[in-house]
């Protein structure tokens, strides 16, 4: 088991956003959290990410990363550094050259991250979750930004994730290719 939610329930500005929420992925699992905005997609990977509480329920989960709006990199670090820096406090810097090239950034290692586009900078997120060797990826819109190109590689970097025993916890509103994903549709909220 790599995250179990236990009838969670989620609650922000005193609004219920979700509540009697199960859901339990295991090694290779998949998840992709859908629902119109402000349904709590985002809420509920930053509940699994542990950065929020549940109102109520329980979340079991072991390492984890979170690829949040921000690529949460020091903009004013050349990007390798800025990723060895996270890497170093999970003991994986060994991991950094290989997660910048899975995402087609190594040419771009000495740049200072605040001078990234968009999708680069997006791509630079997504190394730093890679280089994690967290089992659990916790994926907010990882698509948004990305050319085709980069999506595709997203994807295999998913696969790869999820056939090396990992999993992934994905909210999206573009289409991905998720194969055997279970799906978690929040409603409702306006
Ligand atoms: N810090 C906060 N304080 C109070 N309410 C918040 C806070 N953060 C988010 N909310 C509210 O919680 C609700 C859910 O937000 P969330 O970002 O989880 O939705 P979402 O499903 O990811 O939406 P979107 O599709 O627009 O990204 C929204 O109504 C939002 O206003």
């Known amino acids: 088991m790599i995250l179990r939610l236990d009838q969670v329930a989620c609650a922000r500005g005193g609004r219920l956003l ?54 949460a990199l020091d903009g004013e670090r050349a990007l390798a550094a800025a990723l060895a820096f996270w890497a170093t406090l999970d003991g994986t810097r060994d991991r950094v050259e290989p997660a910048l090239a899975a995402v087609d950034l190594l040419p ?21 979750v890679v280089a994690s060797g967290a089992a659990l990826w916790l994926l907010d819109e990882p698509a948004n930004g990305l050319d085709t190109a980069s999506i595709a590689r ?25 194969p055997g994903g279970a799906t978690i549709a929040l409603g409702g909220a306006a």
């Open 18 to 71: 979700f509540a009697n929420l199960d859901l339990t992925l295991g090694r290779g699992d998949a998840g992709v959290v859908t629902g119109p905005n402000g349904a709590g997609k985002s809420s509920l990977l930053r509940l699994c990410a542990g950065l929020l509480r549940p109102f109520e329920g329980r979340i079991e989960t072991g390492s984890r990363a979170l690829l949040g709006e921000q690529c």
């Open 154 to 178: 997203l994807e295999a970097l998913v696969a790869d994730h999820r056939a090396a025993g990992g999993a992934v916890l994905v909210a999206t509103h573009l289409p991905l290719a998720l």
């Open 108 to 128: 771009l290692a000495d740049v200072p991250v605040r001078l990234l586009s968009t999708g680069q900078r997006r791509r630079a997120g997504l190394a730093r």
